[in-house]
T-cell receptor
Framework: GAVVSQHPSWVICKSGTSVKIECRSL??????MFWYRQFPKQSLMLMAT?????????EQGVEKDKFLINHASLTLSTLTVTSAHPEDSSFYIC?????????FGQGTRLTVV | DAKTTQPTSMDCAEGRAANLPCNHS???????VYWYRQIHSQGPQYIIH???NNETNEMASLIITEDRKSSTLILPHATLRDTAVYYC????????????FGTGTSLTVIP
C-alpha cells in the first residue's frame, strides 16, 4: 500500500515554544492532506484539510493561528504548533490522499512540559 | 461528523472469523465505505474499501448490503495481532471527502 511518512515520531518541547511536524507521501502525489489530533482513549479528530498551493481549511473550533499548516508541494505538508502549552500534548496524525482513499502516517506524540 | 454507527466493542476467539458490522443508513449513491484499523499508538492502517459490490483482499472481506445502508468487515481467521480499534468511514462527497472518524469498534481477539 501507499506509504505516508511522518516525522518526528515523538517530541518533547517546553511550554511556549513551537514544534513542526512533517508529513510526506513517499510513493504518490497528494493534492490533499489531512491533520488529526487524538487524545488518550478517544478517536481521531480532524483538525484541518490542506490542499497543495492553497490555504488550509480548519474544522470548527481549531485555532488556525495556533496550528499552522503549510502544503507547499504534492508530497509534503507541515503542521506547526505555535506557542505550545501542556494542553496541546496529544498524538498528531497526518493523512495523504491519492485519487481514492487516504493513507495515514505513523503519528507524532507531542508532549509539552 | 462521522455518519457511521458501530458497536463499541467485540470479542472474537483466535482462529475464528471476526464479523464487524457498520451502519451507514444515510450513505449517498456515490460514496464509498472504507475500513481502517488502529493498533495502540500507531496511525490508522487501511484495510479495504467498497462502493456497492462485495470486496476481498489479503486482509479481509467487505460485505455491503444491497441497499448500501450497512456493511460488515470480515476477518476470516482472527489472530491476536488483529486486536485493534476498527473504524468504518464514509467520506462525504459534498464536503470534500474528509475522513471523519467515529468511535469505532474495539476488537479483542481472545486466545
Amino acid at each position: 500500500g501507499a506509504v505516508v511518512s511522518q516525522h518526528p515520531s515523538w517530541v518533547i518541547c517546553k511550554s511556549g515554544t513551537s514544534v513542526k511536524i512533517e508529513c510526506r507521501s513517499l510513493d504518490f502525489q497528494a493534492t490533499t492532506m489531512f491533520w488529526y489530533r487524538q487524545f488518550p482513549k478517544q478517536s481521531l479528530m480532524l483538525m484541518a484539510t490542506s490542499n497543495e498551493g492553497s490555504k488550509a481549511t480548519y474544522e470548527q473550533g481549531v485555532e488556525k493561528d495556533k496550528f499552522l499548516i503549510n502544503h507547499a508541494s504534492l508530497t509534503l505538508s507541515t503542521l506547526t504548533v505555535t506557542s505550545a502549552h501542556p494542553e496541546d500534548s496529544s498524538f498528531y496524525i497526518c493523512s495523504a490522499r491519492p485519487e481514492l482513499g487516504a493513507f495515514f502516517g505513523q503519528g507524532t506524540r507531542l508532549t509539552v512540559v | 461528523d462521522a455518519k457511521t454507527t458501530q458497536p463499541t466493542s467485540m470479542d472474537c476467539a483466535e482462529g475464528r472469523a471476526a464479523n464487524l458490522p457498520c451502519n451507514h443508513s444515510t450513505i449517498s449513491g456515490n460514496e464509498y465505505v472504507y475500513w481502517y484499523r488502529q493498533i495502540h499508538s500507531q496511525g490508522p492502517q487501511y484495510i479495504i474499501h467498497g462502493l456497492k459490490n462485495n470486496e476481498t483482499n489479503e486482509m479481509a472481506s467487505l460485505i455491503i448490503t444491497e441497499d448500501r445502508k450497512s456493511s460488515t468487515l470480515i476477518l476470516p481467521h482472527a489472530t491476536l495481532r488483529d486486536t485493534a480499534v476498527y473504524y468504518c468511514i464514509v467520506p462525504p462527497t459534498y464536503t470534500g471527502n474528509q475522513f471523519y472518524f467515529g468511535t469505532g469498534t474495539s476488537l479483542t481477539v481472545i486466545p
